[in-house]
């Protein structure tokens, strides 16, 4: 009994651990930080994205309408089923066709006459005058009673079918015109995922400068901290007067305010970054450290060239070109005849008081001859139409050259400016050290070391901004000519060890 009590509490002693165990990597993975590339975040825009989701769905959603629009080429095919009771048996009211059945009394009267005339004593006597006789005698009875159909329930069904044949061009458009829509929103797709894609990657790129911006506000805080220190044991040594010290302390919170500030502003700019990709709150993540600078060559008519044939604008206009041509196709289709073969078999056909064929085939064709000048006015609406959209691509056309223009000059400035601030910050770096060697023999002033490092601060900060700018130029001449993924190996490519 007791090696029994030994072993199960052995066994719930390794159940535990494993149970532990297995909390603390669940804890741990939870809790892990996951840094994520360019590429892999854009990858999760477009995966977890819910704009792109609705507009993938458009898609198919067009889709399915281009395939339904396929449907009108082929004939269709219809079961007509149907039950009906009448309260009482249906009469036929003779005496609305008294005057035909007369009619046909003297024709048969006559037609006997003439074909038995000699065995029943009439004969000699002519067709005309049996008829006008026997319909004079006819008209002289009383009306005939109603004859009465015996059937109060009325079964139907019938299978009908309809091919179209010339429509005057309408279910081409028609299907010229789905087929439109269906490259427009597939247009609009990737104009949505270019959207977001050159979101992301500003997004993405602020996140980064500023993880460099608080690491040089760090460095400088740390040397801040470092010269308060360095102040003080010298104000004990009786060599810098006590007010000296004020001065460090102030230097020392400002450089801290700054740091926290540029802490908060991460924050939120790392909310935006996760708000784009779609990224629930528990997933922990983290962007590259860091990126170099590359020095880049553009080719403007390249570049304009590129433009003009991948826009996502331009593209989404030409097919409004092609459904307002359509458009006009189906209007003027109106005033062509519309032609179409159409079947019946019909079902239950001896329990209708009117016994109809079994089948009925046949061709039909109809042709508006008036509706008060609606068709007219809508076909010269649609001639506007087709000028509308031929005046929006001109125009967008001048837009999009303006736009790659000016984006191209703003990465050209950018460029620019970084490579100015390449000497500036190297002079205030050294400018640093040399004051800060200078009050650590005693021979310079603590506002010099103070005044040295807040100026290579601004410089190395106004640093990363111009190299920040420089590519999130570059991003927006891309995303102007339609390729914004164009900048994504250029980026990976430039990170710093």
């Given at each position: 009994?007791?090696?029994?009590?030994?072993?199960?509490?052995?066994?719930?002693?390794?159940?535990?651990?494993?149970?532990?165990?297995?909390?603390?990597?669940?804890?741990?993975?939870?809790?892990?930080?996951?840094?994520?590339?360019?590429?892999?975040?854009?990858?999760?825009?477009?995966?977890?994205?819910?704009?792109?989701?609705?507009?993938?769905?458009?898609?198919?959603?067009?889709?399915?309408?281009?395939?339904?629009?396929?449907?009108?080429?082929?004939?269709?095919?219809?079961?007509?089923?149907?039950?009906?009771?009448?309260?009482?048996?249906?009469?036929?009211?003779?005496?609305?066709?008294?005057?035909?059945?007369?009619?046909?009394?003297?024709?048969?009267?006559?037609?006997?006459?003439?074909?038995?005339?000699?065995?029943?004593?009439?004969?000699?006597?002519?067709?005309?005058?049996?008829?006008?006789?026997?319909?004079?005698?006819?008209?002289?009875?009383?009306?005939?009673?109603?004859?009465?159909?015996?059937?109060?329930?009325?079964?139907?069904?019938?299978?009908?079918?309809?091919?179209?044949?010339?429509?005057?061009?309408?279910?081409?458009?028609?299907?010229?015109?789905?087929?439109?829509?269906?490259?427009?929103?597939?247009?609009?797709?990737?104009?949505?995922?270019?959207?977001?894609?050159?979101?992301?990657?500003?997004?993405?790129?602020?996140?980064?400068?500023?993880?460099?911006?608080?690491?040089?506000?760090?460095?400088?805080?740390?040397?801040?901290?470092?010269?308060?220190?360095?102040?003080?044991?010298?104000?004990?040594?009786?060599?810098?007067?006590?007010?000296?010290?004020?001065?460090?302390?102030v230097a020392v919170a400002d450089a801290e305010k700054d740091l926290n500030n540029d802490k908060n502003k991460l924050k939120l700019a790392e909310l935006a970054l996760r708000t784009t990709m779609n990224l629930p709150e528990s997933e922990v993540f983290t962007?590259?450290?860091?990126?170099?600078?590359?020095?880049?060559?553009?080719?403007?008519?390249?570049?304009?060239?590129?433009?003009?044939?991948?826009?996502?604008?331009?593209?989404?206009?030409?097919?409004?070109?092609?459904?307002?041509?359509?458009?006009?196709?189906?209007?003027?289709?109106?005033?062509?005849?519309?032609?179409?073969?159409?079947?019946?078999?019909?079902?239950?056909?001896?329990?209708?008081?009117?016994?109809?064929?079994?089948?009925?085939?046949?061709?039909?064709?109809?042709?508006?001859?008036?509706?008060?000048?609606?068709?007219?006015?809508?076909?010269?609406?649609?001639?506007?139409?087709?000028?509308?959209?031929?005046?929006?691509?001109?125009?967008?056309?001048?837009?999009?050259?303006?736009?790659?223009?000016?984006?191209?000059?703003?990465?050209?400035?950018?460029?620019?400016?970084?490579?100015?601030?390449?000497?500036t910050v190297e002079l205030a770096k050294e400018n640093l050290r040399i004051n800060i060697r200078r009050f650590e023999e005693g021979l310079g002033k603590s506002i010099d070391v103070i005044d040295a490092s807040l100026l290579y601060e601004k410089s190395k900060i106004e640093q990363l901004v111009a190299l920040d700018g420089y590519y999130k130029a570059i991003a927006h001449?891309?995303?102007?000519?339609?390729?914004?993924?164009?900048?994504?190996?250029?980026?990976?490519?430039?990170?710093?060890?």
């Amino acid at each position: 009994m007791n090696e029994f009590i030994h072993l199960l509490s052995i066994k719930m002693m390794r159940l535990i651990n494993t149970t532990l165990l297995i909390i603390l990597c669940i804890v741990n993975t939870y809790g892990q930080e996951r840094k994520i590339s360019l590429s892999e975040a854009l990858e999760m825009s477009y995966s977890n994205n819910e704009n792109i989701k609705r507009y993938a769905e458009r898609v198919e959603q067009k889709n399915y309408e281009d395939k339904a629009a396929k449907g009108n080429f082929l004939p269709s095919i219809n079961l007509l089923g149907g039950y009906t009771y009448l309260s009482e048996n249906m009469e036929v009211n003779t005496s609305q066709v008294q005057s035909s059945l007369d009619d046909l009394g003297g024709k048969y009267g006559a037609a006997f006459i003439q074909a038995y005339g000699d065995q029943i004593g009439l004969s000699g006597v002519s067709a005309e005058s049996a008829f006008s006789t026997l319909v004079g005698v006819l008209e002289q009875f009383p009306a005939y009673p109603n004859v009465t159909v015996d059937n109060q329930q009325i079964y139907t069904a019938a299978l009908t079918a309809t091919q179209p044949i010339f429509t005057g061009g309408k279910i081409i458009a028609a299907k010229k015109y789905a087929k439109a829509e269906l490259e427009s929103s597939e247009i609009e797709f990737k104009q949505v995922k270019d959207e977001i894609a050159t979101e992301l990657i500003d997004r993405y790129l602020t996140v980064v400068l500023l993880k460099q911006v608080i690491k040089t506000r760090q460095q400088v805080y740390d040397g801040m901290e470092t010269h308060k220190a360095q102040t003080e044991r010298a104000i004990q040594l009786e060599i810098l007067p006590k007010h000296v010290l004020l001065r460090a302390k102030v230097a020392v919170a400002d450089a801290e305010k700054d740091l926290n500030n540029d802490k908060n502003k991460l924050k939120l700019a790392e909310l935006a970054l996760r708000t784009t990709m779609n990224l629930p709150e528990s997933e922990v993540f983290t962007v590259m450290d860091s990126i170099g600078y590359q020095n880049l060559y553009f080719d403007f008519k390249e570049l304009l060239d590129t433009a003009n044939s991948n826009q996502p604008i331009l593209e989404l206009i030409d097919q409004k070109e092609i459904m307002a041509k359509q458009a006009y196709a189906l209007e003027r289709s109106k005033f062509m005849p519309n032609i179409a073969a159409f079947g019946t078999y019909n079902m239950f056909r001896e329990d209708l008081p009117i016994i109809p064929p079994k089948f009925i085939v046949g061709v039909q064709a109809q042709l508006n001859i008036f509706n008060g000048f609606k068709d007219v006015n809508k076909l010269k609406a649609s001639k506007h139409l087709q000028q509308e959209v031929k005046n929006a691509k001109a125009y967008t056309s001048q837009q999009i050259k303006l736009l790659v223009e000016s984006n191209y000059i703003n990465a050209l400035n950018q460029q620019k400016l970084y490579n100015s601030q390449i000497a500036t910050v190297e002079l205030a770096k050294e400018n640093l050290r040399i004051n800060i060697r200078r009050f650590e023999e005693g021979l310079g002033k603590s506002i010099d070391v103070i005044d040295a490092s807040l100026l290579y601060e601004k410089s190395k900060i106004e640093q990363l901004v111009a190299l920040d700018g420089y590519y999130k130029a570059i991003a927006h001449l891309y995303s102007a000519i339609g390729q914004p993924e164009r900048i994504i190996p250029i980026i990976s490519n430039q990170i710093l060890p």
